[in-house]
């Protein structure tokens, strides 16, 4: 626990910067929407990687929740979650870390999409004296890993060597990471129900052979945001919609206004014979991502808003080194007048990568400029 600097204008730069306001904001959206449409939301942890933004985004203090590392796992084993669902192919080396979690009264559930997985988590269910649950991964747009919804027999012998091996065929889960390459609703729409159709089928063959499948679990951000209907899923993951970024608002899923994190740097230095103004947040401080590259319109490395959040007309980080920042404005903009000293905050790209790149959030409320808390973040794996 980390004290909190009175105001932003107390903090040392870079330093990362949530907005409660708009991350309260951006939880009550999903969640009526899913609620609306009768499903509930399992929270994908990856993004903030901190026990209190956790606490406010799950349903209730033992989750459920997704994962992207054990690491986030054992963290939040340690607060006292209980429903942890590690969402990333299962590694057959990191299967006693799992079994420990269980053994300590963890529901954890691992995922896979190969025979050989199956095998191992079977394995390690027998070794340890415990059913390991397991999700088929699923895909839904062949962006990743996961077995085709119509390869039937694929999903069924890996479905029967987990339950005829010790373990636990527990369902099957999708994530349509395709979706954002989609900047229309329309298309939004149509991935989301491609990802729900692929998830159903899915299911529907494991049933159809006389295999369990309780869980039908499927979700993005914008596909979460976008689907109208949920029929047949049984619980939805989203990870990035808690504080937003820039490539959601070129995919059109939130508004630039809605993104709750922002990198706070002191400008350092001008070269006006070049359009330039320097600041001390380079990719270390707001990572290497360039997502908004293949969109519509470009970001740089991030939109420069003034200290109450407001964009300058134009205003982007164009390039970045490892601790500078190069602001530049767009053809036609004008550079504003920000002297030595002045301090600016950056809209991030990819939210998730440009909070790795800290190690503790500081909490603000609009154009408040106190910090009202830091919660601390982890990394690692
Ligand atoms: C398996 C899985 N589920 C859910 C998510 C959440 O996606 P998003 O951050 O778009 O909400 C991810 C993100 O990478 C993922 O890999």
Redesign the pocket.
Known sequence: MTVAAPTIADLETPALLLDEARMEANIARLRSRLDGLGVPLRP?L??AKSVDVARLLMSGPAGPC?V?TLNEAEHFAAAGVRDILY??GIAPAKLERVAALRAAGVDLTVILDSPEQAVAVADASRRHGQSIPALIEVDSDGHRAGVVPQDRAALVAIGRRLEEGGAKLRGV?T?A?GS?GCDTPSALEAMAEQERAAAVTAAGVLREAGLPCPVVSV????T?HFARNFGGVTEV?????VFFDLVMAGIGVCLPQDIALSVLATVIGHRLDKGWILVDAGWMALSRDRGTARQRVDQGYGVVCDLAGRPYPDLIVAEANQEHGVLSVRPGGTLPDLPIGARVRILPNHA?ATAAQHARYNLVAGTDPAVRAVWDRFGGW
């Not at 979700?219 to 914008?222: D, L, Q, R, V």
């Not at 993951?237 to 919609?241: D, E, I, K, Q």
Request: with cysteine; hydrophobic share 35%; glycine share 14%.
């Open positions: 994908h990856k993004t997704a992207s969402a990333v889960l994530h990471g954002y979700g993005s951000t914008p979460a993951r989203a990870g990035v919609f998730c």
